[in-house]
C-alpha cells in the first residue's frame, strides 16, 4: 500500500493484486500495517477507477481520454447568427424562471450551466 504516497505510480498489475489481496480477506487486520484514513482510501478508491477505465480503454482499441467531435467554425458561427441568439435566450429564461420554483431548482441550475452550449453548439 501507498500509505499517503501520493508521488509514487502504480502499475496496472500492482494495482490489480492489491485489489485482489484486498477483496481476498476484507476484514483481516494487519498488526504492522497503519490503517488507511478516509482520504487515504479515497485517493485509492480513485485510482484504481482511472486504471480500470485506462484499461478498458485500452482493451477496445479507443484512445483515452476519448475525444468528442467538435463542428467547425462556420457551422457554429452560422448556428449563432439564426438559432443560436433566440434559442440562448429562451434557455436562459427558461432556466432562470425554473430557478425561482424549488421544484424547479435542480433543472434550472443544469439549464444554466449548459447555457454555452444553447448558445453556441458546443
Known amino acids: 500500500m501507498l500509505h499517503g504516497k ?4 502504480l502499475s496496472v ?3 490489480e ?3 485482489k489481496a484486498r477483496d481476498d480477506a476484507p476484514y483481516q487486520t494487519h498488526s504492522s500495517a497503519s490503517p488507511e484514513t478516509l482520504s487515504q482510501m479515497r485517493q485509492r478508491t480513485r485510482r484504481e ?5 485506462q484499461v478498458r480503454f485500452r ?3 479507443q484512445p483515452y481520454p476519448l475525444s468528442r467531435p467538435t463542428l467547425g467554425l462556420p457551422v457554429r458561427l452560422i448556428y449563432f447568427a439564426f438559432i ?3 434559442f440562448g435566450f429562451v434557455w436562459l429564461t427558461l432556466g432562470v424562471a425554473l430557478c425561482l420554483s424549488l421544484v424547479g431548482l435542480p ?3 443544469w439549464m444554466l450551466r449548459h447555457l454555452d452550449k444553447a448558445f453556441a453548439l458546443w
Open 6 to 9: 501520493s508521488t509514487q505510480t
Open 13 to 15: 498489475r500492482e494495482l
Open 17 to 19: 493484486a492489491e485489489s
Open 49 to 53: 477507477q482511472r486504471v480500470r477505465l
Open 59 to 61: 482493451l477496445e482499441g
Open 84 to 86: 443560436g441568439l433566440w
Open 107 to 109: 433543472l434550472g441550475v
